[in-house]
T-cell receptor
Framework: GESVGLHLPTLSVQEGDNSIINCAYSNSASDYFIWYKQESGKGPQFIIDIRSNMDKRQGQRVTVLLNKTVKHLSLQIAATQPGDSAVYFCAAVRGQFYFGTGTSLTVIP | NAGVTQTPKFQVLKTGQSMTLQCAQDMNHEYMSWYRQDPGMGLRLIHYSVGAGITDQGEVPNGYNVSRSTTEDFPLRLLSAAPSQTSVYFC???????????FGQGTRLTVV
């Protein structure tokens, strides 16, 4: 199987600062990883993904870093905005999706 | 495209009642799955399907049944509702098992 855990259940950042959300997984055979954002009362929304043959991938204001040696995944959000306030999940995929419990990000204006 | 559509959005059941949560996707995805989300527990897989006619159990399948007669639909049936099934349920679909999953908006179920 697979076990996915996030390092911090909550994170508060000032508007305009960068946010870093960390995630650890247990199974080195997992080869696909996704970050999701979930706003209150809504379903999870895809943010960015990365495959195990990469160690970094960038999107618009977001970057995902993958360290396969220590089985660690991080999501970096640049210039955090109030609209980024949400719960963020990472998922490790190996035949099925294994989700972490989520980090609640609060952006302080 | 509508994406993944779940109905109903909210439901209250009495203990022992049965009901079906509906899920439909219009993206021609082969892989569909049901999760429940409880505080502090993250998303836990109930059942999944890799294509029409094929279903399998996830992490927490007890008390739930699924079927996949078409590619588009993947209903989740609660056989005899229990208070422990109070949760938010999400349906998801993806093109394959190792591609991005799209989620519905969820069904908030309360069993009293």
């Amino acid at each position: 199987g697979e076990s996915v855990g996030l390092h911090l259940p909550t994170l508060s950042v000032q508007e305009g600062d960068n946010s870093i959300i960390n995630c650890a997984y247990s199974n080195s055979a997992s080869d696909y990883f996704i970050w999701y954002k979930q706003e209150s009362g809504k379903g999870p929304q895809f943010i960015i993904d990365i495959r195990s043959n990469m160690d970094k991938r960038q999107g618009q204001r977001v970057t995902v870093l993958l360290n396969k040696t220590v089985k660690h995944l991080s999501l970096q959000i640049a210039a955090t905005q109030p609209g980024d306030s949400a719960v963020y999940f990472c998922a490790a995929v190996r035949g099925q999706f294994y989700f972490g419990t989520g980090t609640s990000l609060t952006v302080i204006p | 495209n509508a994406g993944v559509t779940q109905t109903p959005k909210f439901q209250v059941l009495k203990t022992g009642q049965s009901m079906t949560l509906q899920c439909a996707q219009d993206m021609n995805h082969e892989y569909m799955s049901w999760y429940r989300q409880d505080p502090g527990m993250g998303l836990r897989l109930i059942h999944y399907s890799v294509g029409a006619g094929i279903t399998d159990q996830g992490e927490v399948p007890n008390g739930y049944n699924v079927s996949r007669s078409t590619t588009e639909d993947f209903p989740l049936r609660l056989l005899s509702a229990a208070p422990s099934q109070t949760s938010v349920y999400f349906c998801a679909s993806s093109y394959q098992t190792d591609t991005e999953a799209f989620f519905g908006q969820g069904t908030r179920l309360t069993v009293v």
